[in-house]
C-alpha cells in the first residue's frame, strides 16, 4: 500500500505501463510492444523521477561526518591538522567563555540509501515529514548514499543488488551505538556488523517491514525519545 501521494502516482504509472504493452502485445504483436517498452525506458531515463524537494531536516552525511558525528569514532591516523582561521578563533573564543566542550546529539536516526532505488526515493518524503515533527537539538536525521560509500554497506550488512529489499535500511544510534534499525536483523547480533554482512541475505526480514511513518516511530519510540532531556 502506498504511504505518501507520490509513491500512489508511481505505483499507478507502473500498472498503467504494463496494462498498455499487454494491450499493444494484444493488438500489434510483439515487434510494436518491444518498441513501446523501448520507449518508456528512454524516457524514464532522460526524465527519471525526481527526489523529494519539499521542506526537510535531513542531513546528507559523507562517511567521515558519519563516523565521528554518528559513530563518535575519530581518526586513528595521526594528529588532525586544522586551518586557524578567524572563524575558529571566533568559535574556540565563545567555547572557552562558556567552558564546554563539544556536544555530540545523543540520537541519530540514519538513512542508507542509493540513487536507483525507488524504494528510497519514495520514503524519503516519510522520513522528511518525520524529522520535522521530531527533530530536536539531541534527536537529528541524516542520510548516506551506499553506492559512494560502500563500506557502510557490508559494515550494516545491506546487499546493494537491485533484486535485494534491504533498502532503504533505518539505522537509530544512541550515543553512537546501533540500537535499532528497520529491517530488522532476526538472526546473528547486530553488534557485531562482519558477521551481519556474511548472512544478510539470510537473516533481514527484507518484506516484513511497512514503510510507513508510524512504523518508524513505533519502532524507534520516538515520541518517547522525543521528550528526553
Not at 186 to 196: R, V
Request: positive net charge; hydrophobic residues 40%; contains cysteine.
Amino acid at each position: 500500500m502506498a504511504n505518501t501521494a507520490e509513491e500512489l502516482a508511481s505505483v499507478l504509472i507502473l500498472y498503467t505501463k504494463f496494462f498498455t504493452f499487454c494491450m499493444v502485445y494484444w493488438k500489434s504483436g510483439m515487434f510494436k510492444s518491444i518498441l513501446y517498452l523501448a520507449g518508456w525506458m528512454v524516457l524514464s531515463t532522460l526524465f527519471p523521477q525526481p527526489w523529494y524537494q519539499g521542506p526537510t531536516k535531513i542531513v546528507e552525511l559523507s562517511e567521515n561526518t558519519f563516523r565521528e558525528e554518528v559513530q563518535r569514532k575519530r581518526s586513528s591516523d595521526g594528529p588532525r591538522i586544522t586551518e586557524i582561521t578567524d572563524e575558529n578563533r571566533d568559535v574556540s573564543s565563545k567555547s572557552k567563555g562558556k567552558g564546554k566542550a563539544t556536544q555530540f546529539t545523543k540520537y541519530w536516526v540514519v538513512m542508507l540509501y542509493a540513487n536507483w532505488s525507488l524504494a528510497c526515493l519514495n520514503f524519503e518524503a516519510v522520513l522528511a515529514k518525520l524529522s520535522l515533527q521530531y527533530g530536536a537539538s539531541h534527536i537529528k536525521f541524516g542520510k548516506i548514499d551506499i553506492d559512494i560509500y560502500p563500506d557502510l554497506a557490508d559494515e550494516y550488512g545491506i546487499s546493494r543488488d537491485p533484486a535485494s529489499f534491504d533498502l532503504p535500511t533505518l539505522l537509530l544510534f544512541r550515543d553512537g551505538a546501533q540500537i535499532r534499525r528497520l529491517p530488522e536483523l532476526t538472526g546473528p547480533d547486530d553488534s557485531k556488523p562482519n558477521k551481519a554482512a556474511v548472512s544478510a541475505k539470510d537473516t533481514i526480514t527484507r518484506i516484513g517491514w511497512s514503510k510507513k511513518g508510524a512504523t518508524v516511530v513505533k519502532a524507534f519510540h520516538l515520541d518517547k525519545i522525543f521528550t528526553e532531556k
